[in-house]
């Protein structure tokens, strides 16, 4: 079974860029999240998707940040425009079921994004 | 929202001896606690999990302990090894309610060193 792809691995840009991250989730899985991850900190949950809709982007700075989930498979996330502390690993993670209080639902992540941003 | 501590940040072992690594969390809903190991460059694989019906879980040399009374769970590897050596993060979770989702939130992590 193929894992979680991202890509591209690397990205720099200047501040005040744009720029997009893409995940393509295991196959069949219905919720799919992505994670910030600041150097030697835990990931921090950005914005979680069920199929194609939105159940979760309390923690999305909305006035930079924007994602979407097209036809409820793959993912881009959107920074425009960039600014220095965006610096970090964009982690992207799927989950086999939607979410449900009859189960756990266990998140299987990519390798990630590292932006850094100067 | 959920808070979780991880303790501590660094942890260095000779190969063979134990690891602890221990966890709290805040919010008494959670129900569910993974532990994902991280290698350079790459992103967390989960290692175990637990649920709050159960006090303890073991797989091979990996074992986690939960205290649902006090809100802390435990991470023991023991007979370490040096591929043992990465960042290791504790998480909670509650499976469903409210506006949880099902969301983890994760501790600080752990550099755990197994020096050969």
């Known amino acids: 079974e193929a894992g979680v792809a991202q890509s591209p691995r690397y990205k720099i840009i200047e501040k005040r860029q744009s720029v997009a991250f893409w995940c393509n989730p295991i196959?069949?899985?219905?919720?799919l999240y992505w994670y910030q991850q600041i150097l030697g900190q835990g990931p921090k949950l950005l914005i979680q998707f069920q199929n194609n809709g939105v159940v979760d982007d309390s923690q999305l700075p909305k006035d930079r940040f924007s994602a979407e989930r097209l036809k409820g498979v793959d993912s881009t996330l959107k920074i425009q425009p960039a600014k220095l502390e965006d610096s970090a690993v964009y982690l992207c993670?799927?989950?086999?079921?939607?979410?449900?209080?009859?189960?756990?639902?266990?998140?299987?992540f990519g390798p990630g994004t590292r932006l850094t941003v100067l | 929202g959920e808070n979780v501590e991880q303790h501590p940040s660094t942890l260095s072992v000779q190969e063979g001896d134990s690891a602890v690594i221990k966890c709290t969390y805040s919010?008494?809903?959670?129900?569910?606690f993974p532990w994902y190991k991280q290698e350079l460059g790459k992103g967390p694989q989960l290692i175990i999990d637990i649920r709050s019906n159960v006090g303890e879980k073991k797989d091979q040399r990996i074992a986690v302990t939960l205290n649902k009374t006090a809100k802390h769970f435990s991470l023991h590897i023991t007979e370490t090894q040096p591929e043992d050596s990465a960042v290791y993060f504790c998480?909670?979770?509650?499976?469903?309610?409210?506006?949880?989702?099902?969301?983890?939130?994760f501790g600080q992590g752990t550099i755990l060193t197994v020096h050969p």
């Open positions: 919010d008494s809903a959670s129900n569910y």
């Open positions: 998480a909670a979770s509650t499976n469903a309610g409210g506006t949880s989702y099902g969301k983890l939130t």
């Open positions: 196959s069949g899985h219905a919720t």
């Open positions: 993670a799927s989950s086999p079921r939607e979410v449900s209080f009859l189960f756990y639902n266990e998140q299987f």
